[in-house]
């Protein structure tokens, strides 16, 4: 049986592996698109600054501005939620509800990178 009761450095402990663990995903995506299109990262002056498709650029870009938005609402939601029920549990949901959406961020950059050649 699990303890119910977990040891707050042991998750804090948790808290700062998960951290860690999206925080290097996102530089692999990086990574990833610096070997598969180099050519995304050399900056054309002469070409329109939203690239060949800027309604696609824009819908993009709003969807992330409003993950990245969400992220902090939620966050703040599953912060409260915990505080209120004293659930140390939801602090862990909170940080990944929150990474989770802001790494759908980085998603759809790198839709833009692939599929637009943003």
Do not use: H
């Not at 925080?23 to 180099?38: D, E, H, P």
């Not at 990245?68 to 140390?88: C, D, H, P, W, Y």
């Amino acid at each position: 049986m699990q303890n119910q009761n977990p040891n707050v450095e042991q998750q804090y402990r948790m808290l700062a592996i998960i951290w860690f663990a999206l925080l290097v995903s996102q530089l692999m995506f990086l990574v990833v698109l610096f070997f598969a299109k180099r050519e995304i990262y050399r900056f054309d002056f002469s070409k329109p600054p939203l690239g060949e498709n800027p309604m696609m650029t824009i819908i993009f870009a709003a969807l992330g501005l409003s993950m990245f938005l969400m992220s902090f609402v939620l966050r703040k939601k599953f912060l409260g939620q915990a505080i209120n029920e004293q659930k140390t549990e939801l602090v862990q949901t909170a940080l990944v509800v929150g990474c989770a959406l802001c790494e759908a961020v980085t998603l759809f950059g790198l839709v833009l990178a692939f599929a637009f050649n943003y």
